[in-house]
């Protein structure tokens, strides 16, 4: 919350996400199915 309150402090978002872990990993595209992809849905 603290971050979003103040995004245009570079400094305190910095000390706030020291501690934040591993960043979340990223899915290759071509490895879903195309059931599964966002873009392939529709109505």
């Keep these: 919350m603290e971050a979003t309150t103040h995004y245009q402090d570079y400094k305190l978002i910095a000390e706030l996400s020291k501690e934040l872990g ?8 071509s490895s879903l199915a195309p059931e599964a992809r966002m873009q392939e849905r529709g109505w």
């Excluded at 591993?22 to 595209?29: A, D, L, N, R, Y």
Aim: charged residues 25%; proline residues 12%; without cysteine.
């Design 22 to 29: 591993t960043p979340m990993k990223g899915i290759e595209i």
